[in-house]
């Protein structure tokens, strides 16, 4: 009897993709779980409608947070985490069942091929030479944490298998749409890994913030051949680069200022010192307006 395979989503506001992601997977899957952040469209009701178990979750800023949940409420022996802006071509998913059922890994890392900007990227670190991830793995063999960027980790012992890429046997991410796209999601990420490194007491200098930015661009558009890439290539490389340095720039306002909150008070402060200072200077039912004295209300 082949093993279980769960498939594990999560959600908000995907109405224009979610069907497409499930279809890819309803044939074969077991199941197919659906994490939804209280969609404000009709997100959880085309996943029910499609044969998903939906579960709700509270609104959170990065969805890798809620990854445990999520994986908590799925049944299977196997779990394989899909976004909702992906697919999976019918040649991996054989390769997944085959994979998943041979079982001589414990953990698998999938190639996937992103779309941006209407079109497949192939280097800049998207390839799906450059781009594998941890996605098809046995339960109880992975860390699943809150941290950006790193929230899937192989447990100790867990055998992992590094997945090779050819024709179809890549997860087909249809990723930011536009610049405009990048830049709402850079916002909301950056806060998160901002106060996640201010957590851990990392340093935010002016030196490191620099560095860091060029390391960014050069690392994509010249290492990981993102010139080859065309157009796309060298914006997404500066786009990238705009988002470590904002992560810096978020950071230094933590470390300075407290962040939002303290920041508003602080103006507060400020405005009420100023209205304190014009109500000693200008006292009474008399004020001066461009330089002639009127009386407050009257006409």
Not at 8 to 30: G, H, K, P, Q, Y
Not at 81 to 99: G, H, R, T, Y
Not at 137 to 150: E, Q
Not at 211 to 239: C, K, P, Q, V
Request: charged fraction near 25%.
């Amino acid at each position: 009897m082949p093993p279980s395979i769960s498939v594990v989503m999560i959600t908000l506001n995907e109405e224009d993709n979610i069907r497409n992601a499930i279809r890819s997977v309803c044939e074969w899957a077991n199941e197919i779980v659906v994490l939804d952040m209280h969609s404000d469209d009709r997100t959880a009701d085309i996943a029910c409608e499609l044969g998903a178990r939906v579960f709700l979750h509270d609104r959170v800023a990065a969805f890798d947070g809620a990854r445990a949940d999520a994986v908590s409420h799925a049944t299977g022996e196997w779990i394989l985490l899909l976004d909702a802006d992906e697919m999976i071509p019918q040649p991996l998913s054989c390769l997944l069942m085959k994979l998943a059922e041979e079982g001589d890994a414990d953990v698998f890392k999938v190639p996937r091929l992103t779309h941006i900007h209407g079109c497949p990227v192939w280097f800049t670190g998207w390839g799906p030479d450059q781009d594998k991830q941890i996605r098809l793995f046995r339960r109880g063999k992975v860390i699943l944490s809150a941290r950006i960027h790193g929230f899937i980790q192989p447990m100790p012992g867990a055998r992992v298998e590094v997945m090779t890429f050819r024709d179809g046997l890549a997860i087909q991410h249809f990723s930011y749409i536009d610049t405009a796209d990048f830049i709402e999601r850079l916002n909301r990420y950056t806060t998160v890994e901002a106060e996640q490194a201010f957590e851990r007491r990392q340093h935010a200098g002016k030196v490191k913030a620099i560095l860091h930015t060029f390391l960014e661009f050069s690392n994509r558009y010249i290492r990981r051949r993102g010139y080859r890439d065309g157009w796309r290539g060298f914006y997404l490389s500066g786009l990238y680069a705009m988002y470590r340095y904002t992560v810096y720039a978020k950071l230094q306002e933590l470390y300075s200022t407290g962040g939002r909150q303290n920041i508003i008070k602080m103006d507060s402060n400020i405005a009420d010192k100023l209205l304190a200072r014009y109500d000693l200077n200008n006292h009474g039912p008399e004020h001066t307006l461009g330089g002639k004295s009127t009386e407050c209300g009257a006409k």
